[in-house]
């Protein structure tokens, strides 16, 4: 298949609002696909890459390449060639990288440029994601979409079940099913504002700490254990407290749901950075276990000796939880069987604030009558977390790529110095709708003071109100900190940078 085929698709999706549309144009283009091309194709569509991390950076692409005539790139030649750009390792990599990336620019037309910059950088705004890719693929194999969606989540691959389904139809399916070993897309929780939302969105219910640590999968196979990422990334190597924990259950086969995180000598969680920072090192694995000990706390089991539990309620697989796993690694909860009664309803409020109290992100309240929805960010769970907000400066922006070519689109944002100057905290592009992007692009512009083609800066004048779940440390911004999750809200025309938030309120927040 011509990569200039899948580009012209990609526009095909992001020109329609109709989900119906949509799909169908995914369909014909994958009714085309040859099965050992049809992982790339559809994961291409979703907006992601095979390789998941290439190395490459937005310095790297933003440097224009001279397009080729006509199109002739084909998908597998491009999927090589990220394959060798992704390879590339030690000195000389980020010239080796940018050489490759020029060759493989120099070989698309100006559209497949378009798309493959998209695709590299992330923002292949197309509104083509898992859930339509999937109804795109079930419409063209001629199947039907819950039992390709079930498939999926089992399977850990859109692409793996793509080239499966295209080359052995819909039979193929009954061969995606839970298994110890193998991985599993996690199930995910939905928002709620608060406790009481929370309670009355879901009827009898269990709340359940919200652990500020490292979400993780544990499959166990007798004597051998091997730990996941939420992304499903093996980590077992660099968790031997995990694996040591999971050898210690009452079981002989289990798959279990958690979390792994570091408690400091009071009791209270580290930070987040930190855990991330010992669970993502791939150095001496006994010296990081002994300066930043980690445990896993586990909070749902998938599989227990030979018996799948998804499609069993959350009641009764807490129960075979607490048969297998002791206390100290189960996640605290607390049952809200009658929320309607106000005892319970307090109960419940106070069981939020005391875990906010120890130190954790917030609850996450779960039906008690539902199944565990791999993959799903169904409404069955639900988090409830403190958002905080604040107001801060606009010191930059840069210009957008893909769908937002043309826009000012990642914000630099900037908190106040007592002597009036501002101090980066981070970046953000996240909440922007179309028209706050076409505003703040006019907007940016009257303020610009210099724009080297890819940042703008501007004079320190425009305020805007950003949601962030936390902070955490960061030796890149002057403060030493930065915003979790940052995104925009709104822009404050009325207030002036001067009433913008301070350093110190921003650093009170961490203390």
């Known amino acids: 298949?011509?990569?200039?085929?899948?580009?012209?698709?990609?526009?095909?999706v992001a020109a329609t609002s109709a989900r119906s549309e949509k799909v169908a144009a995914?369909?014909?283009?994958?009714?085309?696909?040859?099965?050992?091309?049809?992982?790339?194709?559809?994961?291409?569509?979703?907006?992601?890459?095979?390789?998941?991390?290439t190395g490459v950076g937005w310095s790297t692409l933003r440097e224009r390449v001279e397009p080729a005539p006509a199109p002739r790139l084909t998908v597998r030649e491009v999927h090589k060639a990220l394959d060798r750009i992704a390879a590339v390792t030690g000195k000389g990599a980020a010239a080796e990288r940018k050489r490759l990336v020029a060759e493989l620019m120099g070989a698309a037309t100006r559209d497949e440029q378009a798309f493959l910059l998209g695709l590299i950088g992330g923002e292949l705004r197309q509104g083509a994601l898992d859930a339509l890719a999937v109804e795109g693929l079930?419409?063209?194999?001629?199947?039907?979409?819950?039992?390709?969606?079930?498939?999926?989540?089992?399977?850990?691959?859109?692409?793996?079940?793509?080239?499966?389904?295209?080359?052995?139809?819909?039979?193929?399916l009954a061969a995606?099913?839970?298994?110890?070993?193998r991985p599993v897309q996690p199930m995910l929780a939905q928002t709620a504002k608060d406790v009481d939302e929370a309670l009355d969105r879901l009827g009898p219910c269990a709340l359940e700490e919200k652990l500020d640590g490292i979400r993780v999968q544990v499959h166990r196979m007798g004597e051998d254990v091997r730990v996941y990422t939420r992304t499903l990334d093996e980590i077992t190597g660099r968790l031997p407290e995990v694996v040591a924990a999971a050898?210690?259950?009452?079981?002989?086969?289990?798959?279990?749901?958690?979390?792994v995180i570091s408690f400091g000598e009071?009791?209270?969680?580290?930070?987040?950075?930190?855990?991330?920072?010992?669970?993502?090192?791939?150095?001496?694995?006994a010296a990081a276990r002994e300066s930043l000990p980690v445990a896993p706390v586990f909070f749902d089991l998938l599989s227990v000796d030979g018996r799948d539990l998804l499609?069993?309620?959350?009641?009764?697989?807490?129960?075979?939880l607490a048969r297998v796993a002791p206390a100290p690694r189960r996640v605290r909860r607390l049952v809200a069987a009658e929320p309607g009664d106000p005892a319970v309803r307090e109960a419940a409020r106070e069981f939020a604030e005391q875990v906010l109290e120890r130190g954790h992100e917030g609850i996450v309240a779960k039906a008690l009558d539902a199944p565990y929805s791999a993959g799903r960010r169904g409404a069955a769970w639900l988090k409830v977390k403190p958002v905080?907000?604040?107001?801060?400066v606009v010191l930059a922006a840069e210009w957008g790529h893909g769908r937002r070519t043309g826009k000012l689109s990642n914000l630099h944002l900037g908190a106040r110095r007592p002597d009036g100057t501002f101090a980066m905290l981070g970046k953000t592009f996240k909440g922007l709708t179309d028209a706050m992007l076409a505003w703040q692009t006019e907007r940016l512009r009257e303020l610009a003071v210099s724009d080297d083609g890819w940042v703008v800066r501007v004079r320190p004048e425009l305020v805007v109100e950003i949601a962030f779940d936390g902070l955490q440390r960061s030796t890149r911004y002057p403060a030493g900190v930065t915003l979790r999750f940052a995104r925009v809200l709104r822009y404050r025309e009325d207030k002036t940078a001067a009433e913008a938030d301070t350093v110190d309120a921003v650093l009170a927040l961490r203390r």
């Open 1 to 12: 298949m011509l990569l200039a085929e899948l580009a012209r698709t990609s526009r095909e």
């Open 26 to 53: 995914l369909a014909r283009l994958l009714r085309t696909a040859e099965p050992d091309e049809a992982s790339v194709v559809v994961t291409y569509l979703a907006g992601r890459l095979p390789q998941r991390r």
């Open 266 to 285: 009071d009791g209270r969680p580290r930070a987040f950075q930190e855990t991330s920072s010992r669970v993502g090192s791939r150095l001496d694995v």
């Open 247 to 259: 050898r210690e259950l009452a079981v002989d086969e289990a798959v279990l749901d958690g979390e």
């Open 138 to 172: 079930a419409v063209a194999a001629g199947a039907p979409p819950e039992e390709v969606r079930r498939a999926v989540m089992l399977g850990g691959s859109l692409g793996a079940v793509a080239r499966a389904l295209l080359a052995g139809g819909p039979g193929a």
């Open 311 to 320: 499609e069993m309620s959350t009641a009764e697989r807490h129960e075979e």
């Open 176 to 181: 995606f099913r839970l298994e110890v070993g």
């Open 388 to 392: 905080h907000t604040l107001d801060l």
